[in-house]
């Protein structure tokens, strides 16, 4: 484990904290006056590998040379300036810091750290990190790179969980989850401020994983398996994807699952929650391409876990927030995250081809037609 503390006077400004996969949807914005909730679980840090936070540059100031350098093949609106490696925590994990007033900028209803660093050290007043907490964004603390250093508070790290313990003891993201706003609204006849929709997370799992997909499919129309899957990607894969001819067949694979047939070009798989590993099938013959999923949403496509067929009686069951009435179903169908879709699609070297860049080019308009 490790604690960060301040770069400018060496004061401690977290609890001990574990490392962690950066989650899919870090940067996510959902929705419009919507309550997130906290990114980050307590006791947990994830490090985001590449700049993120102003200062920005516009595409148009950028050599493409140089965007494809940091990895970025096609136009974007603007590239980070800032420092790369900047470390996500939850709030309630910051110690010894205090707001900057004159940095509290936001969109609507709290801070989104558009201005820069807007926490200081208590102890030497140096900008160590930006608190977000405005509507439609995750409440994360972002410590600044340069601003803090990580210190071991113990001899050795606890060694990763393997697959085998994270099937044991990991557990599943639901697909649906209540979703609250800041307001009161008219929701089927009554006032209130939250109602069931597709998780949040799920969509920013799809936005990241369609954009694999379609960088797999080569060009083909490209087929998953029914049911729940089916309902994140067939309908999008459909729209974006050329019609007839054979179709490259994509599978769920991973520990516990039996193992992909040789018919299957791309297998959609975990990813660890704390290491940031993709499974990888056992046969080093195979080379069908590997499409992240999160651990939380693969293991809930892969092992759903069951609704009750009745209302339960006694104590309530773990996971159950009520049995009657059941929970509402979404009112929409699933749509893919659309800037988490583009931030890895223009990240990957496929979307040099000219179908993967009109897809890119019109993401407005599938936007509009409500395919994300």
Not at 32 to 53: H, I, R, Y
């Amino acid at each position: 484990m490790f604690v960060f503390v301040c770069a400018g006077c060496g004061a401690e400004l977290t609890a001990p904290l574990s490392q962690v996969a950066l989650p899919a949807h870090a940067h996510q914005q959902y929705g419009n006056g919507l309550q997130l909730p906290v990114l980050m679980e307590s006791g947990t840090f994830a490090v985001d590998p590449e700049p993120w936070g102003p200062p920005w540059r516009t595409w148009e100031e950028i050599d493409p040379d140089e965007a494809a350098a940091r990895g970025v093949y096609a136009p974007v609106h603007a590239l980070s300036d800032g420092a790369p490696g900047a470390i996500v925590i939850a709030p309630g994990d910051t110690r010894g810091t205090l707001l900057i007033p004159e940095k509290g900028g936001g969109y609507c209803c709290g801070l989104d750290g558009a201005d820069g660093p807007n926490m200081a050290c208590e102890a030497c007043g140096l900008p160590v990190a930006s608190r977000i907490d405005d509507c439609s964004l995750w409440q994360a603390v972002w410590l600044a790179p340069n601003a803090v250093r990580r210190l071991p508070v113990d001899d050795a790290d606890a060694a990763p969980l393997s697959w085998e313990e994270l099937m044991v003891e990991g557990k599943g993201t639901p697909p649906f989850e209540p979703i609250a706003a800041w307001g009161a609204r008219m929701r089927a006849g009554y006032w209130s401020n939250h109602w069931w929709s597709w998780s949040p997370q799920w969509e920013a799992a799809a936005g990241r994983a369609l954009a694999h997909l379609l960088a797999a499919s080569e060009g083909q129309r490209v087929t998953v398996p029914d049911g729940l899957i089916a309902e994140m990607f067939q309908r999008a894969l459909d729209a974006l994807l050329p019609a007839g001819g054979q179709a490259r067949r994509a599978v769920l694979a991973g520990p516990g699952r039996p193992a992909p047939g040789a018919g299957a070009g791309i297998l959609l798989v975990p990813v660890h929650p704390q290491t940031g590993e993709i499974w990888t099938p056992a046969d080093p013959a195979t080379s069908a391409y590997a499409v992240p999923l999160p651990f939380g949403v693969w293991l809930w496509l892969a092992f759903p876990e069951p609704c009750l067929p009745v209302p339960a009686s006694g104590s309530m069951p773990d996971g159950v927030l009520r049995d009657d009435p059941p929970a509402s179903l979404p009112r929409h169908l699933f749509r893919a995250d659309p800037e988490v879709f583009r931030h890895t699609l223009v990240r990957l070297p496929a979307v040099r081809s000219p179908h993967l860049r009109e897809i890119l080019e019109n993401l407005t308009q599938y936007m509009h037609s409500r395919l994300f």
